[in-house]
């Protein structure tokens, strides 16, 4: 058992008193609203719009979300939704802002504008990468401040590794966010029945409401990539949704989360009429996170990445913590050292996407070869007894054949444990880390290519 933080106290707004019961029914009232005008939109009822919410813990589970949303409401703080996902999830194929996390969040806008509440969903997704190695780094790629963390890998990730892992990495995290899976795996089911509970665990799957409206909705009828033509967006693909798919599931995914806040705000309107609700000290808004994680299921993680939090720098777009480029020695800079696109013609298409379509994502690495030079690091606020990792796309893993590492200027290429490994049409990806000659505080790690035709194709440097 890996002992946790205790708790995670955030202030209250000061510029916002607490809610009376004239913005309690103004609240109320944005909701109907909101609810209406999607219903209407797709000729539907609530019903059927409500399929496929499932919260695997039972209600215990579904009211830690209303809690939470009852505490934003109650404090005027913040409630973050983060997504992380693949290319479908990014936009690809339409406009980055007809992706459904943006969707979502621009139906809900006006809900917790009312509220008063610092409402956001956060698109973090990127093409062709899975949850790995992104979710260990989840506080510096998603967000610290995240109430809820999505996972929407459903085309490129399907084992119990890598998706214990993503929940458990949350779980670590400062505010302890719920995690929310776009598809129910199996492994959530049969193996990871003891995050139900802790997770506040909840699938969000659209596809039953969709197919059974599909037939007989104009708003579903007749899709294509792009609200408006002509459509300039790179991956048009049949694997990836249209916009009136991905306007849909953005839509489905608002009324979840409104149903929620719907009660969250009937609760406070209750509080009120029974003498008040609770002031902003009160013991009820205290985020706390979980004393202890239990031993984790797959046995991969039970090595340390399995159950500890990290801080880390990387090359990947989008992300909200330090690029990996932050953390270069300033006196010798990259030194012959590229940032590089996978490819030519990855490069061509995220340029396109980027330019003409608004998409945030990107997946360059930082690559030597036997003719670059020394690349140093600068690796801040390591802890007592920590150990620092790197990962990225390696033609080898035999790195005494081809590079020198170096941890505080001591070779460690026969010091590496390896982590997961991810591989997809669109990354390959492995992590190493070691212990040895790290030291309490800052560190410098290097890394240069000594011989060969190798290269090193750097991503992500990982600490605690």
Same mark, same amino acid.
């Given at each position: 058992?890996?002992?946790?933080?205790?708790?995670?106290? $955030? *202030?209250?707004?000061?510029?916002?008193?607490?809610?009376? #019961?004239?913005?309690?029914?103004?609240?109320?009232?944005? =909701?109907?609203?909101?609810?209406?005008? =999607?219903?209407?939109?797709?000729?539907?009822?609530?019903?059927?719009?409500?399929?496929?919410?499932?919260?695997?813990?039972?209600?215990?589970?579904?009211?830690? !979300?209303?809690?939470?949303?009852?505490? *934003?409401?109650?404090?005027?703080?913040?409630?973050?939704?983060?997504?992380?996902?693949?290319?479908?999830? *990014?936009?690809?194929?339409?406009?980055?802002?007809?992706?459904?996390?943006?969707?979502?969040?621009?139906?809900?806008?006006?809900?917790?504008?009312?509220?008063?509440?610092?409402?956001?969903?956060?698109?973090?997704?990127?093409?062709?990468?899975?949850?790995?190695?992104?979710?260990?780094?989840?506080?510096?790629?998603?967000?610290?401040? #995240?109430?809820?963390?999505?996972?929407?890998?459903?085309?490129?990730?399907?084992?119990?590794?890598?998706?214990?892992?993503?929940?458990?990495?949350?779980?670590?995290?400062?505010?302890?966010?719920?995690?929310?899976?776009?598809?129910?795996?199996?492994? !959530?089911?049969?193996?990871?029945?003891?995050?139900?509970?802790?997770?506040?665990?909840?699938?969000?799957?659209?596809?039953a409401a969709y197919n059974k409206l599909k037939k007989r909705s104009p708003a579903?009828?007749?899709?294509?990539?792009?609200?408006?033509?002509?459509?300039?967006?790179?991956?048009?693909?049949?694997?990836?949704?249209?916009?009136?798919?991905?306007?849909?599931?953005?839509?489905?995914?608002?009324?979840?989360?409104?149903?929620?806040?719907?009660?969250?705000?009937?609760?406070?309107?209750?509080?009120?009429?029974?003498?008040?609700?609770?002031?902003?000290?009160?013991? %009820?808004?205290?985020?706390?996170?979980?004393? +202890?994680?239990?031993?984790?299921?797959?046995?991969?993680?039970? @090595?340390?990445?399995?159950? +500890?939090?990290?801080?880390?720098?990387?090359?990947?777009?989008?992300?909200?913590?330090?690029?990996?480029?932050?953390?270069?020695?300033?006196?010798?800079? =990259?030194?012959?050292?590229?940032?590089?696109?996978?490819?030519? %013609? +990855?490069?061509?298409?995220?340029?396109?996407?980027?330019?003409?379509?608004?998409?945030?994502?990107?997946?360059?690495?930082?690559?030597?070869?036997?003719?670059?030079?020394?690349?140093?690091?600068?690796?801040?606020? $390591?802890?007592?007894?920590?150990?620092?990792?790197?990962?990225?796309?390696?033609?080898?893993?035999?790195?005494?054949?081809?590079?020198?590492?170096?941890?505080?200027?001591?070779? $460690?290429?026969?010091?590496?444990?390896?982590?997961?490994?991810?591989?997809?049409?669109?990354?390959?990806? @492995?992590?190493?880390?070691?212990?040895?000659?790290?030291?309490?505080?800052?560190?410098?790690?290097?890394? %240069?290519?000594?011989?060969?035709?190798?290269?090193?194709?750097?991503?992500?440097?990982?600490?605690?």
């Open positions: 058992m890996r002992v946790l933080a205790a708790l995670c106290v $955030v *202030a209250l707004d000061a510029a916002r008193g607490a809610p009376d #019961a004239a913005q309690v029914a103004r609240v109320q009232q944005q =909701i109907a609203d909101t609810r209406r005008e =999607i219903l209407e939109l797709y000729g539907a009822d609530l019903d059927g719009l409500s399929e496929g919410v499932v919260f695997p813990g039972g209600p215990q589970g579904r009211q830690q !979300l209303v809690e939470r949303f009852l505490r *934003a409401f109650a404090l005027g703080d913040s409630f973050v939704i983060a997504v992380g996902g693949m290319s479908d999830v *990014a936009g690809h194929g339409n406009y980055f802002e007809e992706a459904y996390p943006n969707v979502c969040g621009d139906a809900l806008r006006p809900v917790f504008e009312a509220a008063g509440v610092r409402f956001q969903v956060r698109n973090m997704a990127m093409g062709g990468v899975p949850s790995f190695p992104n979710s260990v780094c989840m506080a510096d790629n998603f967000g610290g401040d #995240a109430d809820v963390v999505v996972w929407d890998f459903r085309m490129v990730e399907r084992d119990v590794h890598k998706g214990e892992l993503f929940i458990r990495q949350a779980l670590l995290m400062p505010r302890a966010p719920f995690v929310m899976y776009k598809r129910y795996q199996s492994y !959530l089911r049969k193996d990871l029945k003891y995050a139900w509970e802790p997770a506040g665990l909840h699938v969000v799957d659209e596809m579903l009828q007749n899709d294509r990539f792009c609200a408006k033509d002509p459509c300039p967006c790179p991956g048009q693909v049949r694997w990836h949704a249209g916009f009136k798919l991905q306007r849909f599931r953005g839509h489905h995914m608002a009324l979840a989360y409104l149903d929620l806040f719907a009660d969250a705000v009937a609760t406070y309107g209750a509080l009120l009429a029974d003498g008040g609700a609770p002031g902003p000290d009160d013991a %009820r808004w205290t985020i706390r996170r979980r004393p +202890t994680l239990p031993e984790p299921f797959s046995k991969p993680l039970q @090595a340390a990445f399995g159950s +500890t939090a990290y801080r880390c720098a990387m090359t990947w777009q989008p992300r909200v913590g330090r690029g990996l480029l932050d953390l270069v020695d300033p006196q010798l800079g =990259i030194n012959g050292w590229e940032l590089r696109h996978p490819s030519e %013609r +990855t490069k061509k298409v995220t340029e396109q996407g980027q330019g003409a379509c608004h998409y945030r994502d990107e997946k360059r690495s930082l690559v030597g070869n036997a003719k670059s030079h020394w690349v140093f690091f600068n690796v801040p606020g $390591v802890r007592d007894g920590g150990s620092i990792a790197f990962c990225g796309d390696f033609a080898s893993r035999k790195f005494q054949d081809y590079a020198l590492i170096v941890v505080n200027q001591e070779e $460690v290429m026969g010091e590496l444990e390896p982590w997961l490994e991810s591989k997809t049409l669109g990354v390959a990806s @492995a992590c190493f880390s070691t212990s040895h000659n790290v030291v309490e505080g800052d560190n410098v790690v290097g890394f %240069r290519v000594v011989s060969g035709d190798l290269s090193l194709a750097l991503t992500h440097l990982v600490w605690t």
